[in-house]
């Protein structure tokens, strides 16, 4: 069975940084795209930033140039380095997959999320 599972989030002041990992797991034959995103109270999930397999990044508006998206395809890993952290981006951050699995079909695999929180 294919999980996403994320670790990283925490409590940190205005202008901190915040590291956060996922890692997938189970028997999966390819990773495409993987991302992050976020949902803040009373908001809808809303795209953080994605890596394609190759690479090549995305960033929202937001948090271009505040945030760094990697990933490990060895260790089927991303990462979201996130600096100069604001009060606005408090939310629970989802890890996102898009995979294809040994038994089934390609599909959006999510984390079960991790709280961030700026405050001072």
């Known amino acids: 069975q294919v999980q996403l599972v994320e670790s990283g989030g925490g409590l940190v002041q205005p202008g901190g940084s915040l590291r956060l990992s996922c890692a997938a797991s189970?028997?999966?034959?390819?990773?495409?795209?993987m991302g992050w995103y976020r949902q803040a109270p009373g908001k809808q999930r809303e795209l953080v930033a994605t890596?394609?397999?190759?690479?090549?990044?995305n960033y929202a508006g937001s948090v271009k140039g505040r945030f760094t998206i990697s990933r490990d395809n060895a260790k089927k890993m991303v990462y979201l380095q996130m600096d100069s952290l604001k009060p606005e981006d408090t939310a629970v951050y989802y890890c996102?997959?898009?995979?294809?699995?040994?038994?089934?079909?390609?599909?959006?695999?999510w984390g079960q999320g991790t709280q961030v929180t700026i405050s001072s």
């Open positions: 996102n997959a898009d995979l294809i699995p040994v038994i089934g079909r390609r599909a959006d695999y």
């Open positions: 189970g028997s999966i034959v390819r990773i495409n795209d």
């Open positions: 890596v394609a397999s190759g690479g090549s990044t």
